[in-house]
Each structure stands twice: as structure tokens, then as C-alpha cells.
Nanobody, 123 residues
Framework: QLQLVESGGGLVQPGGSLKLSCAAS????????IGWFRQAPGKEREGVVC????????NYADSVKGRFTVSKDNAKDTVYLQMNNLKPEDTGVYYC????????????????WGQGTPVTVSS
């Protein structure tokens, strides 16, 4: 059974950076596409970025293009999300999720989810 654990969240000032990690256990990540999602208080969960099983195909939400970078290290069964130039509207709980097949920014297409890591961008 695939299990995902996110880490790296925290409090950061606007313009700052954070790097989130999504570590897998139980099953290798080699065959899974991974998505990063976030959910702000009172809002629906939204897709931030997704990456294909091999790591060669990515898709970013417009709101994070040029600021966030996703990478996948299949040797370590870990996916990373580097977040730069953070804004208050980036605040929320960040989740990683895994699926078979093509990557997607649609949450309900994913069957495996981590517990989330909170990110707060505030001065």
C-alpha cells in the first residue's frame, strides 16, 4: 500500500522560499504521477502542479508559474516542490497525491494522499 508523507511546511514572510518534500513508502513512486495540491481555509482544494511518473512532463497552475518548481527523484521515492517568491495567497495546507497514468491537476483523479503540511505566508 502506497503511503505519502509531506514535510517542509512552515511560516515564511512574503517573498521568501520553502521547499516541500513528499516521501513515499510501501510502494515505489516510479510508476506514479504525482500532484501537489493546496487548500486554503474556506476554499476548495486546488491543483498547484503535477509531474509524470518519469518526471519529464509537468503542468503548473497559472498562479504559481515562474515561482514554483517540481522535481521527482525516483531513486529516493521523493517528490519536491520548491516554492520561491511566496505570496500571502499561497497560504494553505499542501498535499501531495499519487495516481496511475497521466498527471493531472484535478484532485478527484488521485487515489493516494498524504496528510498535508501547512504553509503560512505572512509578515
Amino acid at each position: 500500500q502506497l503511503q505519502l508523507v509531506e514535510s517542509g511546511g512552515g511560516l515564511v514572510q512574503p517573498g521568501g522560499s520553502l521547499k516541500l518534500s513528499c516521501a513515499a513508502s510501501g510502494v515505489t513512486l516510479h510508476y506514479y504521477a504525482i500532484g501537489w495540491f493546496r487548500q486554503a481555509p474556506g476554499k476548495e482544494r486546488e491543483g498547484v502542479v503535477c509531474i509524470s511518473d518519469g518526471g519529464g512532463d509537468t503542468n503548473y497552475a497559472d498562479s504559481v508559474k515562474g515561482r514554483f518548481t517540481v522535481s521527482k527523484d525516483n531513486a529516493k521515492d521523493t517528490v519536491y516542490l520548491q516554492m520561491n517568491n511566496l505570496k500571502p495567497e499561497d497560504t494553505g495546507v499542501y498535499y501531495c497525491a499519487a495516481k496511475w497514468g497521466r498527471p493531472s491537476l484535478v484532485p478527484n483523479q488521485y487515489g493516494y494522499w498524504g496528510q498535508g503540511t501547512p504553509v503560512t505566508v505572512s509578515s
